[in-house]
């Protein structure tokens, strides 16, 4: 399919060919889906509602419920407050939700709605019942990218539930990042190994990953509760993991309530995951027990044990900012050589967080912001790779330069079972390099002659 692609790369300014990133909503959809009881609601045209819910579900393999403003040619010319007056109504009649969380679209945020000011509109007609609670984030899609919604949305959570009643409680906020549910999950279970109690939001693990009961749930028992959030406000210390998805929320939940905000990558591999478990450690003053350092252990011997099949191999890596940092400190663990790395993300921190990994060990890497994977693919052309790691927008490039292929991030939408198998921790760096190791000895099994075809590896 992408036979096409020439290897002469040019400079293109405005021009983005089959680009590493979607739009925002499609983040802040997800992020609402992590609080329980909550419908999230788009406030823009049908289609775009239909096209997010779409996508989510494709990924995750779940339905995805959400509500829209519907708009029309009306709306588009007059505004969306009645469409969204009308939505209110007919959401909190019809399904009932404890809460909704608004995001924007394109045509809303051009047409200039002031949500705050239609929200309270309705409350004050009635739309909204006492009790309910309606949260926003601004949302455009055509700024910034999934991972800005996903944290613009996390940011509206902390301002609009987060308080401080002066009480301190011996918990700590662990804001996730935009990872998989089953990512949540292994984080949940790893600070209950440390002994340490958390609230994790948004948290999609039990929303998104649920069980088959054989009895629909419109609103499943999983996700943060709206009293959870509210007490973050009273918690010791919150642990934002990953710079663009998590780290406005946690400065703004301390410039807020004042909780000591601790700034973390996504802990993939053994450096990361040892820096977020020593900070639950340091802040809830307990020790590590044996079991968490066993899991440790476990996956240094894996390491260690593999090291001969991943020495050396030339990797292109490409997805969301903070999960192509954390893999990229993993790929080094291994002593593999991330050659090539790029997010369809903007910020600046990505490049200059990659430039302090890559200088010394791949001085030769090429490094890129706001990318698409077009160019990737003529990166490899002309220099080739041994191994390619993306989601599965990458699957056209691998077939057509023959390269070995691992699917990783968002989204994965020709696979089904990754929800339920997390890469971050301890556990998951040990399903990550089985991901790995896997791809290559096929490869090594494909391509080797018959006299080197071993049983064993």
Known sequence: MLDGTTAEVANRSALRINPAKTCQPIGAMYASL?????????????????????????????????????????ASVFGGMANLNQALKNIFTIYNPDIVAVHTTCLSEVIGDDIPSIVAKARES??????????HANTPSFVGSHVTGFANMVSAMVNYLSESTGETKNQINVLPGYVEPADMRELKRLAAAVGVDIVMFPDTSGVLDGPLTGEYELFPRGGATVEQIKSSGDNIATLG????????AAATLESKCNVPAAFLELPIGVTATDRFVDALRSY????????????????????????????????AVSGDPDHVIALTQLL??????????????????????????????????????????????????????????????????????????????FPILDRAAHRYYPTLGYAGAINLINQILNVILDRKDRDCPEAWYELVQ
């Open 34 to 74: 992590g609080i329980q009881g909550c419908m999230p609601h788009s406030h823009g045209s049908q289609g775009c509602c239909a096209y997010h819910r779409s996508h989510l579900t494709r990924h995750f393999k779940e339905p995805v419920m959400a509500t829209t403003s519907s708009f029309t040619e009306g």
């Open 126 to 135: 009635g739309a909204v019942p006492e009790g309910k609670i309606v949260i």
């Open 241 to 248: 993991l990953g710079h663009f998805a998590s780290h406005i």
């Open 284 to 315: 809830a003053d307990v020790e590590v027990p044996e079991a968490v350092e066993n899991e440790r252990g476990r996956l240094v011997d894996l390491m260690s044990d593999l090291h001969q099949y991943f020495h050396g191999k030339r990797v």
């Open 332 to 409: 080094l663990e291994l002593e593999m050589k991330p050659v090539y790395a790029i997010t369809g993300s903007t910020g600046n921190q990505f490049e200059k967080r990659m430039h302090e990994l890559l200088d010394g060990p791949v001085p030769e890497a090429k490094i890129k912001q706001n990318a698409d994977l077009f160019e990737l693919h003529q990166w490899m052309k002309n220099e080739p790779v041994d191994l390619l790691i993306t989601n599965t927008y990458g699957k056209h490039i691998a077939r057509t330069e023959d390269v070995p292929f691992v699917r990783f991030g």
